[in-house]
């Protein structure tokens, strides 16, 4: 039976995070902390990322030919975008703002998909600018819109209703 990865397995050091070792324990870790920052006026956190790191993995032993696209609105914070960056994850950005941010930290725009069910223009334009050309459509308006605004997209269906574009345009899936 294989060792099961840590963090100090597939984690790079570059993204400012403080592995605890079997010594340490949050609770000195945070008290440490606190006395450190005690004229601070910044804040900090404390995640478990390995639980995160361990559940990219079972992910990826249950599917491994499906690659996961984490939704940037549910956690937004650097050091959560960094590790899935680091781990190959892909991002579900909903709005200019997301792409934005996910692309400063070094994701490449392959590994973003724009889904969001309304997307202004400028922001649909924007995703061209910068590489982004996954994007999901709810309806056939939608699709016509990302379809004016950025012709290279590549477009999903997410929602197949009575109103669905799917016939017409399943050849953009």
Not at 41 to 55: A, Y
Not at 165 to 172: A, L, P, V
Request: hydrophobic share 35%; net charge positive; aromatic share 10%.
């Amino acid at each position: 039976m294989s060792k099961r990865p840590t963090m100090n397995d597939v984690w790079p050091d570059k993204c400012g995070v403080y592995i605890l070792d079997n010594e340490s324990t949050a609770t000195r870790f945070i008290d440490k902390k606190i006395k450190e920052l005690d004229s601070m006026v910044k804040p900090f956190q404390v995640l478990n990322l390995d639980t995160l790191i361990q559940m990219h993995l079972k992910w990826l032993s249950y599917l491994p030919r499906v690659k996961p696209f984490y939704a940037v609105k549910c956690n937004s914070t650097e050091t959560v975008l960094r590790t899935l960056n680091a781990l190959g994850t892909g991002f579900d950005c909903a709005s200019k703002g997301e792409i934005s941010q996910v692309l400063s930290l070094g994701v490449k725009p392959e590994n973003i998909i724009y889904a969001h069910t309304t997307k202004p223009q400028s922001h649909i334009k924007y995703a061209c600018a910068q590489g982004v050309n996954l994007m999901t459509f709810d309806d056939e308006e939608e699709l016509r819109k990302v379809s004016r605004c950025h012709p290279k997209a590549a477009g999903m269906c997410c929602r197949a209703g009575p109103r669905s574009c799917w016939r017409e345009f399943s050849y953009w899936l």
